[in-house]
């Protein structure tokens, strides 16, 4: 890991419907201190009493949304992806176990809902935007979906993920 970034850790939740897999996310209380209002994945800083970032990720997700690791077959792991906000988050995936039944932390989860993994994957969903960030230009992905604005490390994990599910390293549409 990086010198200076804070270990932290996500589950990419792969949840199986009638109509194929859909991606769990939730969108965080506009009150947090860290990325309020954004959508994001279930998890966060991994703690000095946490096994692993596995371990940390579930042990969030439990805790923020009420999803037990029982309910969790871990697929593997993406990439750590390091922020701009001084974080180096590892990604496990996992596909979640029908019936569940989410009960939300209301101080920092506002709502959790589902999108179809097929139009997360899509690249043509996926946008790149740049900004300039006291004179550096930053760049990072955005994923409009419905009433929701998935972007930033969200919005570039899932990126990731479909890179590693399709072997492609580009093509994703561009747009500043």
Known sequence: MPAGLRPAAVLVPLVVREGGLTVLLTKRTDHLHHHPGQISFPGGRVEADDESPIVAA????????GL?????ELLGRLP???????FNIT?????????????????????????????LMDRRNQ?????????????YFAIPYDR???????????VTLR?????????????D
């Open 148 to 158: 929701h604005y998935i972007w930033g490390a969200t919005a570039g994990m899932l």
């Open 58 to 65: 579930l042990r969030e997700t439990a805790e923020e949304i």
């Open 91 to 119: 990604p496990v995936v996992g596909l979640i176990a029908r019936p569940f039944e989410l009960v939300l932390d209301e101080f920092e989860v506002a709502e959790a809902f589902e999108v179809p993994l097929e139009f």
């Open 80 to 86: 750590d992806y390091q922020t701009g906000t001084g």
């Open 68 to 72: 037990q690791a029982d309910k969790v």
């Open 163 to 175: 890179r590693f599910l399709t072997g492609e390293d580009d093509g994703f549409a561009e747009e």
């Open 127 to 139: 946008r790149l935007h740049s900004i300039v960030i006291e004179g550096h230009r930053r760049q």
